[in-house]
């Protein structure tokens, strides 16, 4: 800190004041820094990023689920039209929309399997 004059305290004196002289003029502009850092997140020119395992796993349950409720839309949907063509004596439209369901609730099982899987997992 004396550049190897360790013999003269106003060396190490000063250094000490020009350093606190230093961190007192960055403690000073710190609110200012910290404002215009703000101001640059609300116009957008920063953006912040954060991963998160936990929030990534959500993400994925969350799409998983909405996937299952879109099967069974598409399964009900199929059981109606099957029925009323049924009634309506459109047998082999009939037997179309009910193949369709059958895959659709296959897919379904499959989708309710791997999502009671991924539940149980850590």
């Known amino acids: 800190m004396t550049n190897g004059n360790a013999t003269n305290p ?3 004196l000063g250094e000490i004041g020009r350093q606190a002289a230093q961190v007192g003029t960055t403690a000073f502009g710190l609110p200012r ?3 215009d850092t703000l101001d640059r997140l609300d116009r957008g ?3 912040v990023r954060v991963r998160s395992i936990e ?3 959500i993400l994925r349950r969350v799409g998983t689920v909405n996937m299952a409720t879109n099967y069974t839309l598409l399964l009900g949907t199929f059981v109606l039209s099957a029925t ?3 009634v309506n004596g459109f047998l082999g439209l009939a ?3 009910a193949s369709f369901g059958g895959v ?3 897919a379904l099982i499959r989708l309710m399997l791997k999502l009671g899987r991924d539940d149980r997992m850590p």
């Open 95 to 97: 037997i179309g929309a």
């Open 84 to 86: 009323l063509l049924l």
């Open 45 to 47: 020119d920063i953006r």
């Open 104 to 106: 659709t609730g296959i």
């Open 33 to 35: 820094r910290i404002e």
């Open 10 to 12: 106003n060396g190490l």
């Open 55 to 57: 929030t990534d796993r």
